[in-house]
């Protein structure tokens, strides 16, 4: 049920995203706006500003622009839709569109402004291990700190890669920092033909 709401929120809010695109640009070029609705069905709430009504229906799946002169039958008037500029209706047909565009710009915009965007840390420190992968069969843990590789200082996580890749298919010794104890963990990594390197299955800190 949550994913059947959630999906009519979305789409609620790009269809009413996408109408208000219609009515501001009409609004802005001088089109009479009769009505701007947000829904379908009988109205819950209704109010007049000025020559617009404005309304919130029952069904929230969509919603719709009243602009005057867009109705074929509906006599022409100077401030109706056909009788403004080409570019002044091109834009109100596009307004639409262009707002649906927009909206995830923002959205992903405010997204990354408040949470930020995940980086790896190029530290010698574990930040997830694989389930099933050589590190995790040995007993490595997020959080272990990879002090060296047969006898090899390791300082960051490119630094551990970098050294892992001199023994492919190798069984490697790991001298590993877990809180204040040091402890050594023996390891034979698995080449990847798809990164073409050997791996032990871990991820460095985000």
Do not use: C
Not at 150 to 175: H, M, Q, R, W
């Amino acid at each position: 049920m949550t994913t059947i709401f959630a999906a009519i929120f979305v789409f609620g809010v790009l269809v009413t995203v996408h109408e208000f695109g219609h009515f501001i640009t009409a609004k802005l070029t001088g089109m009479r706006v009769d009505e701007f609705a947000v829904g379908f069905g009988p109205k819950i709430y209704q109010t007049t500003e000025g020559e617009t009504q404005y309304s919130l229906r029952l069904i929230p799946l969509g919603g719709y622009n009243k602009i005057a002169g867009m109705d074929p039958d509906e006599e022409p008037t100077p401030d109706g839709f056909t009788s403004k500029p080409i570019f002044s209706r091109m834009l109100v047909i596009l307004a639409g569109p262009i707002m649906n565009f927009i909206l995830p710009v923002l959205l992903f915009f405010g997204i990354f402004a408040i949470s930020g965007i995940d980086q790896p840390v190029n530290e010698n420190v574990i930040g997830e291990v694989i389930h099933g992968k050589p590190a995790a069969q040995a007993g490595l843990m997020p959080g272990d700190r990879i002090l060296s590789i047969n006898g090899e200082s390791i300082g960051t996580f490119d630094g551990l890669v970098a050294t892992l890749a001199k023994y492919p298919n190798e069984e490697v010794t790991l001298e590993v920092q877990r809180d204040e104890k040091v402890s050594k963990y023996k390891i034979v990594s698995e080449y990847s033909e798809e990164f073409k390197r050997p791996l032990i299955g871990v991820y460095p800190k985000i």
